[in-house]
């Protein structure tokens, strides 16, 4: 089993670009997550999904979209990059709710947008 | 809404000492859980540890060791005979229900954990 795995590992954008992360994950797993890790900030929730073709709002949705249209895959778009949005970007999904089934992430894009 | 505060930025200990690394959350939510997540320099997040607000027992595996209390609202992690290989940033994270709905993952701001040969 590959786990979870995220495609790319690094990305350069110009403001203004856009770009979709691919997060894939293998275990059948019902609940899909995108995050943001930021210096000094944690990972803070952008959106996550509860099931194929359901997605809902995390602590930072603003900028970003996504899509579940299978459920092994979870994309997240920036239709116009912004330098705000320069971060690393995880990818996580568990069995069940996030209160009883532990997350197991991805390996983290690099995105810097300059 | 929910939070967790993690006060230690940065720790430095030499090998073989032993470390606590601290956790305070604030939930308004009687069943929650509780977790701990490693990240190592390679970058990715592995995870350690869970408890549910209904168990208090401490938990114990090789050299971690887990102390929750209620009481306190604290889930300290403490690692024995410290090895240069647990140099990472480590993670305490809350699941609650911020919202009001599905249960969100709430992070903390990570403890960096240098272990010195």
């Known amino acids: 089993n590959a786990g979870v795995t995220q495609t790319p590992k690094f990305r350069v954008l110009k403001t203004g670009q856009s770009m979709t992360l691919l997060c894939a994950q293998d275990?059948?797993?019902?609940?899909m997550y995108w995050y943001r890790q930021d210096p000094g900030m944690g990972l803070r929730l952008i959106h996550y999904?509860?099931?194929?073709?359901?997605?809902a709002k995390g602590e930072v949705p603003d900028g970003y979209n996504v899509s579940r249209l299978k459920k092994q895959n979870f994309l997240l778009g920036l239709e116009s990059a912004a330098p705000s949005q320069t971060s690393v970007y995880f990818c996580?999904?568990?069995?069940?709710?996030?209160?009883?089934?532990?997350?197991?992430f991805g390996p983290g894009t690099r995105l810097t947008v300059t | 809404a929910q939070k967790v505060t993690q006060a230690q930025t940065e720790i430095s200990v030499v090998e073989k000492e032993d470390v606590t690394l601290d956790c305070v959350y604030e939930?308004?939510?009687?069943?929650?859980?509780l977790f701990w997540y490693k990240q190592p320099p390679s970058g990715e997040l592995v995870f350690l540890i869970r408890?549910?607000?209904?168990?208090?027992q401490n938990e114990i595996s090789g050299r971690y060791s887990w102390n929750f209390q209620k009481s306190t609202s604290s889930f300290n992690f403490t690692i024995t005979a410290s090895q240069v290989v647990d140099s990472a940033v480590y993670f305490c994270?809350?699941?609650?229900?911020?919202?009001?709905?599905?249960?969100?993952?709430?992070f903390g701001s990570g403890t960096q954990l240098t272990v010195l040969p």
């Open positions: 996580a999904s568990s069995y069940g709710t996030s209160g009883s089934h532990e997350q197991y």
């Open positions: 275990m059948n797993h019902e609940y």
């Open positions: 999904s509860v099931g194929e073709g359901t997605t």
């Open positions: 939930t308004r939510d009687t069943t929650y859980y």
């Open positions: 408890r549910n607000s209904f168990d208090e």
């Open positions: 994270a809350l699941s609650g229900r911020p919202s009001g709905s599905a249960r969100q993952l709430t």
